[in-house]
T-cell receptor, first 117, second 114 residues
Framework: KQEVTQIPAALSVPEGENLVLNCSFT??????LQWFRQDPGKGLTSLLLIQSSQREQTSGRLNASLDKSSGRSTLYIAASQPGDSATYLC????????????????FGGGTRLMVKP | ETGVTQSPTHLIKTRGQQVTLRCSSQSGHNTVSWYQQALGQGPQFIFQYYREEENGRGNFPPRFSGLQFPNYSSELNVNALELDDSALYLC?????????????FGPGTRLLVL
């Protein structure tokens, strides 16, 4: 059974800092890994998706890396801003055949980020 | 292109009642998944529908059931509500054409069971 863990559970940093959020998973047979952002009481916004054959993805100030063999992913946020304050969730999709056999995501518990002005 | 929408946004029920939550998928998506998110935790997979059939289920009892309609909208039904069913219920749509793609989530329905 796939288990996903995110460390730290909460993080508070001053504005402008570069920071790293960590995600680990127990089963390396994944199809892809996705990072989401969730604002309080809201739905999830997809930030980055990394296919199992990829090592990293970048979008603006965000960079996500994937090391499948060690079961780890990191989300790097450069020059953090107060607007980055939210909960960040990583989720993995298991490898399944055929592809329509299920698109289940297994989520970590999230990292609550607070960026102080 | 419209996003994923859910209704209602909030709902209060009492223990033992039944509830129906609704989701409209993003245009062009043929797969919908439902997740339950308890306060302070990550979402947990309930089930997925593809072409109107359930094709994946998480560790949830049979009193959680669903439907997907020809227009790819979906319903989540929960019978015999329990206090622990209080949570944010999220639906997500995606396309499986060419392999699984990014899942797009709706804003969720906040259910409170008293």
């Amino acid at each position: 059974k796939q288990e996903v863990t995110q460390i730290p559970a909460a993080l508070s940093v001053p504005e402008g800092e570069n920071l790293v959020l960590n995600c680990s998973f127990t089963d390396s047979a994944i199809y892809n890994l996705q990072w989401f952002r969730q604002d309080p009481g809201k739905g999830l916004t997809s930030l980055l998706l990394i296919q199992s054959s990829q090592r990293e993805q970048t979008s603006g100030r965000l960079n996500a890396s994937l090391d499948k063999s060690s079961g780890r992913s990191t989300l790097y946020i450069a020059a953090s801003q107060p607007g980055d304050s939210a909960t960040y969730l990583c989720a993995v999709r298991a490898w399944k055949r055929p592809h329509n056999a299920g698109n289940m995501l297994t989520f970590g518990g999230g990292t609550r980020l607070m960026v102080k002005p | 292109e419209t996003g994923v929408t859910q209704s209602p946004t909030h709902l209060i029920k009492t223990r033992g009642q039944q509830v129906t939550l609704r989701c409209s998928s993003q245009s062009g998506h043929n797969t919908v998944s439902w997740y339950q998110q308890a306060l302070g935790q990550g979402p947990q997979f309930i089930f997925q529908y593809y072409r109107e059939e359930e094709n994946g289920r998480g560790n949830f009892p049979p009193r959680f059931s669903g439907l997907q309609f020809p227009n790819y909208s979906s319903e989540l039904n929960v019978n015999a509500l329990e206090l622990d069913d209080s949570a944010l219920y999220l639906c997500a749509s995606s396309s499986l054409a060419g392999g699984p793609k990014t899942q797009y989530f709706g804003p969720g329905t906040r259910l409170l069971v008293l």
